[in-house]
């Protein structure tokens, strides 16, 4: 394993869900009762490619995150022909409240900051990230939302925000090559590609990180390696 020296950077930004959060797990969570309700029975592999496919269009289109959920399912409702009901449009994001930390996430936070100032860069409303914030429980220095730029990543307007207000030298960490290795990568950054296991809800893009840690376990000990 390679070992990152702390020394070389100031901050570490954040992709939150995916990469903190397991929002595969929070997504088919919330989706396959609702589907199974309409006697809709598809596996999480269909319905993680459907989000993966439906998220940057509708995302593209603007909105909060939240509405941007709930087009997701009318969308999904009409390729499957069914119609959701107006409180299970709602509940979709609504449910990221309940979307779980990955187990390795709270310590490896912990871990790292020890050395680094932390600062998320999530498409997300700060409603919603507030409540996630949770569930991380590491507080963060510097939350830069999808809300406050008013684009989602991997738009580069995201980017220029956050370096316009965290401390440099910065290394952006994410799950999504799609949505933050690409986009990162072009703004400069350097880039750790946390390499969980995936059923595919974000987009596939051909990236080239700076690091390559199957989870944040195995990034926080490269980190405290060279530390101690």
Not at 2 to 28: H, M, Q, R, V
Not at 152 to 162: G, L, R, S, T
Request: charged share 20%; net charge negative; aromatic share 10%.
């Amino acid at each position: 394993m390679k070992a990152i020296d702390p020394n070389n950077y100031a901050t570490l930004t954040f992709d939150c869900y995916g990469t903190l959060i397991d929002w595969e797990s929070g997504i088919t969570g919330y989706l396959q009762p609702v589907l199974e309700r309409y006697d809709v029975h598809v596996i999480d592999e269909f319905v993680l490619e459907a989000f993966s496919r439906l998220e940057p269009e509708l995302q593209a289109e603007g909105g909060a995150y939240t509405d941007v959920l709930a087009r997701l399912l009318a969308r999904l409702g009409e390729r499957l022909a069914f119609t959701p009901k107006p409180e299970e449009l709602a509940g979709f994001g609504a449910s990221v409240a309940d979307w779980p930390a990955f187990p390795d996430t709270i310590a490896a936070l912990e871990t790292l900051a020890n050395h680094f100032e932390l600062a998320i860069v999530s498409n997300i409303d700060d409603r919603l990230f507030e409540l996630s914030a949770k569930r991380l429980q590491v507080p963060f220095d510097h939350v830069i939302t999808a809300e406050q730029v008013r684009v989602y990543k991997p738009d580069p307007k995201v980017f220029e925000a956050a370096l316009g207000r965290v401390k440099g030298p910065v290394l952006h960490v994410a799950q999504s090559r799609f949505h933050d290795t690409v986009p990162a990568t072009a703004a400069g950054l350097d880039t750790v590609w946390i390499n969980r296991p995936s059923k595919g809800a974000a987009k596939p893009a051909a990236a080239t990180p700076t690091w390559t840690f199957t989870s944040m376990a195995e990034f926080a000990a490269a980190v405290g390696e060279t530390a101690d």
